[in-house]
């Protein structure tokens, strides 16, 4: 989407080698989000950054570390890649405060195998 | 806690039918909330938004009313399209959204 890219767009990799998905925007936002997209399970939420070196856990952070060490990047790291992490993985960008919606990237489809 | 319940999919309809898709939440105070829509292979695009009771969210003929006295936030359209074929999510507002497993939509000539 205009003003978010993720990177890369599809990749495989091997069980137990580490993992890095970049976030990349354009807009300036503040808070920065990473979620994984499963069949049966929606979207959850992994971790969320709120500013420069500010961020949280999300529902299912275990296995997953993330860094921001400027506003347009957040990069989520997968230590030791396990098939259960095999999925679809998304960023989003936000602004706080009512009435500000999510502007999501095109997304990362990880497969580990 | 806050949380959004959406309808179960998969919802089956023929072009130019009616659509409905039910939305309730839960919520302490009055937040905005939000459609989006996902095609298959992309990411969620905003579709719609009402930031306040009573109001109206639309865009590409769909429709949604933020109803507090039913805290509902219920999707329509009055005559789908094959190209409306797509997975919706309903949200509420705030820092850090929580997402059900949404409702897909096929619509078929």
């Known amino acids: 989407d205009a003003g978010i890219t993720q990177s890369p767009r599809h990749k495989v990799t091997e069980t137990g080698t580490p993992v890095t998905l970049r976030c990349h925007q354009t807009e300036n936002h503040r808070y920065m989000y990473w979620y994984r997209q499963d069949p049966g399970h929606g979207l959850r939420l992994i971790h969320y950054s709120y500013g420069v070196k500010d961020t949280d856990k999300g529902e299912v952070s275990d296995g997953y570390s993330v860094s921001r060490s400027k506003t347009e990047d957040f990069l989520l790291t997968l230590e030791s890649a396990t098939s259960s992490q095999t999925s679809v993985y998304f960023c989003?960008?936000?602004?706080?405060?009512?009435?500000?919606?999510?502007?999501f990237g095109s997304g990362t489809r990880l497969t580990v195998v | 806690g806050d949380s959004v319940t959406q309808m179960e999919g998969p919802v089956t309809l023929s072009e130019e039918a009616f659509l409905t898709i039910n939305c309730t939440y839960t919520a302490t105070g009055y937040p905005s909330l939000f459609w989006y829509v996902q095609y298959p292979g992309e990411g969620l695009q905003l579709l719609l938004k009402a930031t306040k009771a009573d109001d109206k969210g639309s865009n590409k003929g769909f429709e949604a009313t933020y109803r507090k006295e039913t805290t509902s936030f219920h999707l329509e359209k009055g005559s789908v399209q094959v190209s409306d074929s797509a997975v919706y999510f309903c949200?509420?507002?705030?820092?850090?959204?929580?997402f059900g497993t949404g409702t897909q939509l096929k619509v078929e000539l």
């Open positions: 949200e509420r507002g705030g820092n850090k959204l929580t």
């Open positions: 989003a960008i936000s602004e706080p405060g009512q009435g500000y919606g999510y502007t």
